[in-house]
């Protein structure tokens, strides 16, 4: 069993940064598979980024380029750099854990956290 927990969401500006932060408990974090998905009021959830065990990373179009997924396996934490953020990119963010996958398919992933909102202010 894996427990995630997300950190570091809050209320910016049009253009400010955020890092959020996905803490896991287990043992083997450094083979999982890790993404993060985001979901707004009265859309379906979203694939944002993940990273494989091997430090492949993978984006969705709309946040190639400003936001950035990374993994510290000595602290069983995976984060999310976001940049440039915009009002388009409010949304509860999830961390998600996989044994086996990591790619924007959510339907792969074994383990979730509980969320932290995101809000981006124009």
């Known amino acids: 069993q894996v427990q995630l927990v997300e950190s570091g969401g809050g209320l910016v500006q049009a253009g400010g940064s955020l890092r959020l932060s996905c803490a896991a408990s287990g043992r083997t974090f450094s083979s999982y598979g890790m993404g993060w998905f985001r979901q707004a009021p009265g859309k379906e959830r979203e694939f944002v980024a993940a990273?494989?065990?091997?430090?492949?990373?993978y984006y969705a179009d709309s946040v190639k380029g400003r936001f950035t997924i990374s993994r510290d396996n000595a602290k069983n934490t995976v984060y999310l750099q976001m940049n440039s953020l915009k009002p388009e990119d409010t949304a509860v963010y999830y961390c998600?854990?996989?044994?086996?996958?990591?790619?924007?398919?959510?339907?792969?992933?074994?383990?979730w956290g509980q969320g932290t909102q995101v809000t981006v202010s124009s």
């Open positions: 990273i494989s065990w091997s430090d492949g990373t």
């Open positions: 998600a854990a996989s044994t086996y996958y990591s790619g924007p398919d959510y339907r792969k992933y074994d383990y």
